[in-house]
T-cell receptor, first 116, second 114 residues
Framework: DVKVTQSSRYLVKRTGEKVFLECVQDMDHENMFWYRQDPGLGLRLIYFSYDVKMKEKGDIPEGYSVSREKKERFSLILESASTNQTSMYLC???????????????FGPGTRLTVL | GNSVTQMEGPVTLSEEAFLTINCTYTATGYPSLFWYVQYPGEGLQLLLKATKADDKGSNKGFEATYRKETTSFHLEKGSVQVSDSAVYFCALYAGGTSYGKLTFGQGTILTVHP
């Protein structure tokens, strides 16, 4: 079974802190994604990566950055956390575009971040 | 652009009732279509998928048929259980150079009472 793990289930940080959210997958997937989920807004894509050191902006990249130094690990960074970044953050991964099944994403359990 | 529209919730049913959650989409070409489910406190899990017109995806008693003529992928279950209470997301994958990106609907909250 595909396993996507996230470093924390719950996280509480203060305004202005630098926050790191880590995601690791064990299926050698090329693609990795970060979403945030808010009531009434569904899932919104923040950033995604289709290869090591490659990254692309999603729909709401402002206030976030990402890092992918190794294939299995994709980090989301909040450079200076703000209260409006309080949310559920979900990581996902999928096979690369030249593989069958590239369309299916596998999700981690999520990190509920609260910024005070 | 691509988009997915789900029926607005929340949906509240009694156990053993029939469930339909509507999903329609807009996309160019021939997208793959998905239903994901999110149980309380968890991430999303793939429930079922269909990759071409008239395909029927099924899993755990849930079914959805890819209808190209109506651009729909409605989720159905004949008899829901309390354990089906969750948030359900319809999604599409447009292929091409999208690098595996999915377009999600807003999600529909389902609550099933005993």
């Amino acid at each position: 079974d595909v396993k996507v793990t996230q470093s924390s289930r719950y996280l509480v940080k203060r305004t202005g802190e630098k926050v790191f959210l880590e995601c690791v997958q064990d299926m050698d997937h090329e693609n990795m994604f970060w979403y945030r989920q808010d009531p009434g807004l569904g899932l919104r894509l923040i950033y995604f990566s289709y290869d090591v050191k490659m990254k692309e902006k999603g729909d709401i990249p402002e206030g976030y950055s990402v890092s992918r130094e190794k294939k299995e690990r994709f980090s989301l960074i909040l450079e200076s956390a703000s209260t409006n970044q309080t949310s559920m953050y979900l990581c996902a991964s999928s096979f690369g575009r030249f593989f069958a099944g590239t369309d299916t994403q596998y999700f981690g359990p999520g990190t509920r971040l609260t910024v005070l | 652009g691509n988009s997915v529209t789900q029926m607005e919730g929340p949906v509240t049913l009694s156990e053993e009732a029939f469930l339909t959650i509507n999903c329609t989409y807009t996309a160019t070409g021939y997208p793959s279509l998905f239903w994901y489910v999110q149980y309380p406190g968890e991430g999303l899990q793939l429930l079922l998928k269909a990759t071409k017109a008239d395909d029927k995806g099924s899993n755990k008693g849930f079914e959805a048929t890819y209808r190209k003529e109506t651009t729909s992928f409605h989720l159905e279950k004949g008899s829901v259980q309390v354990s089906d209470s969750a948030v359900y997301f319809c999604a599409l994958y447009a292929g091409g150079t999208s690098y595996g990106k999915l377009t999600f609907g807003q999600g529909t909250i389902l609550t099933v009472h005993p």
